[in-house]
Each structure stands twice: as structure tokens, then as C-alpha cells.
């Protein structure tokens, strides 16, 4: 993911800085209602905006992500705040392959867009398997679909005006991104309701959506069963790839 590993540094700075993103991960953690003894998988981790707020408060974390030049930024942070618990993966979400029952929260913050709608369903199923009984998934991204109603209309439309007021370089970006999403290439948010319906397809219960903040949307929900009671000392299998 080449250009995920040119912008790392830029896009590490703008969720960093950014009131609106801070928020959005502070609603991801009170979601996850992290424990000391959870152990994490985050997906599509970047540089560690979300990793890096939860190492402290849970027993460990697996970031995974394709970009090579995202983790090592994420790898220097870990160094630099002493968070031992944190190891990273360089993969494609589509290609991984862990133990079952080998987590109890799954998170991702920002990156399931990128998966085509496919991809977004089955990785549901897989993270299902990836989660001992009673563990969490969390998931914020954008959620919206292509439909013309109402809150589609409204996100997109709120997002539009946000960009413009950036002046040419915002009016570009527009451009740019409805043809990305018009042409079904590289960017490819699902509206709440389908994640919803895939959670719950997949045997998730408590499954709850909200939307955050424009096109942001929250969905959580939690594999059935009694936590801890299959609890399983087993890691993702391509461990010795982890960093
Ligand atoms: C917008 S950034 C979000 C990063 C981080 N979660 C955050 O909140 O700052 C999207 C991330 O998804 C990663 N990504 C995109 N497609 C991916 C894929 N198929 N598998 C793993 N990571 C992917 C990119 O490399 C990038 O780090």
C-alpha cells in the first residue's frame, strides 16, 4: 500500500491534531470499554492513533496494517511511550489468518472502507471465529451508502461543504472522491444498516450502530457466550511475521 506508506506521516498528524478524530476515537473506546486483561486486534492500525490509546489499558494488541511506512511509525511510538504490549503485522486484512478464540476486542478505526464490500463481509465472519465467547468488535469508519435517502443525502452533502470551505485544494478533493466512490475504486463505505445486518448474519449479538459525527458511524456488537470461560492461550498463526 504505497501511498498509505507516503502519507503516514501526514495522515498521523491530522488524526493526532484533530478534535473531531480524537472524539470519534475517544466514542470507539467507550464502546470497547477496554480491560486489563483484553487482548486486541486492531485492523488497519496506521500509525497507532487507536493501538497506541489502548495499549495502556488492555493486556496487549496486534496492530495489523498493509503499509510498512504506518507501523514504523506506530513501532517508534510504542518504543518511545514504553508500551512493551504492543506488536505489529504487515498484512492485507483480507489475508489474515488467526487462531480462533485468540481475542477478546477487535477494533478498527478508519480503514474497513478500504475493503470491497465482499472483503467487509467475510472479514465480519472471520473476526466472529477470531474472538473467544463474550468478546467485543467495534468498528467506526465511514458509514454511509449510495443510496439517495435522507441521512445519505445530508452526510454526503455536509461533507461536500466541509471540503469546499478548504478552498481549491478542497473543491479537488471532492472531485476526486466522487469519482473514487462513483467508480467503485479503492474507497468503498457501507452504510450502517449493512454492517449491522452482517454482524448480526454472522451470530454477533448486541449488535448496536450509531452515527458519530457527518459521515462517521459507529457499530458494535458481541460474540455470544460467557467471557473467559474458553479463554484460549493461542496467538494469530502468522505470529513470526509479528515486528
Ligand atoms: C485512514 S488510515 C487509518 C489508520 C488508523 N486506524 C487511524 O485511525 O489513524 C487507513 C489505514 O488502513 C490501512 N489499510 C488500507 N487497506 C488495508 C488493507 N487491505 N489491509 C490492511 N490495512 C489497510 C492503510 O495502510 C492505513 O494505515
Known amino acids: 500500500m504505497g501511498s498509505w506508506d507516503e502519507r503516514s506521516a501526514v495522515w498521523d498528524e491530522t488524526v493526532s491534531n484533530s478534535p473531531v478524530f480524537q472524539r470519534l476515537r475517544e466514542e ?24 497506541l490509546r489502548l495499549a495502556p489499558l488492555v493486556e496487549d494488541v496486534v496492530a495489523v ?3 510498512s511506512g504506518m507501523l514504523a511509525l506506530l513501532a517508534d511510538q510504542a518504543d518511545a511511550r514504553g508500551l512493551g504490549n504492543v506488536r505489529t503485522l504487515e498484512l492485507g486484512m483480507q489475508s489474515l489468518e488467526c487462531e480462533p478464540g485468540s481475542f477478546s476486542l477487535v477494533v478498527s478505526h478508519y480503514a474497513l472502507h478500504y475493503l470491497n464490500p465482499r472483503d467487509q463481509r467475510d472479514l465480519v465472519q472471520r473476526v466472529f471465529s477470531w474472538l473467544e465467547p463474550g ?3 467495534v468498528f467506526v469508519d465511514m458509514m454511509f451508502g449510495r443510496s439517495a ?30 469519482a473514487r466512490l462513483a467508480l467503485g475504486f479503492g474507497l468503498y463505505p457501507s452504510s450502517r444498516e449493512r454492517w449491522e445486518s452482517w454482524l448480526t448474519a454472522s451470530g454477533f449479538e448486541a449488535v448496536e450502530g450509531r452515527a458519530l459525527w457527518q459521515e462517521a458511524g459507529l457499530v458494535s456488537a458481541r460474540r455470544p457466550g460467557v467471557v473467559g470461560a474458553e479463554r484460549s492461550t493461542k496467538r494469530p498463526a502468522s505470529a513470526s511475521q509479528m515486528g
Not at 152 to 162: E, F, L, P, S, V
Not at 166 to 177: A, D, F, S, T, Y
Request: charged share 20%.
Open 28 to 51: 470507539l473506546i467507550e464502546a470497547a470499554n477496554p480491560s486489563s486483561d483484553d487482548r486486541v486486534l486492531d485492523l488497519g492500525a496506521g500509525a497507532g492513533f487507536v493501538a
Open 149 to 178: 435517502g435522507t441521512e445519505n443525502r445530508a452526510i454526503a452533502g455536509a461533507k461536500i461543504a466541509q471540503l469546499l470551505r478548504h478552498g481549491p485544494g478542497g473543491l479537488w478533493r471532492v472531485i476526486k472522491n466522487v
Open 135 to 137: 468478546g467485543r468488535v
Open 65 to 67: 496494517d498493509s503499509s
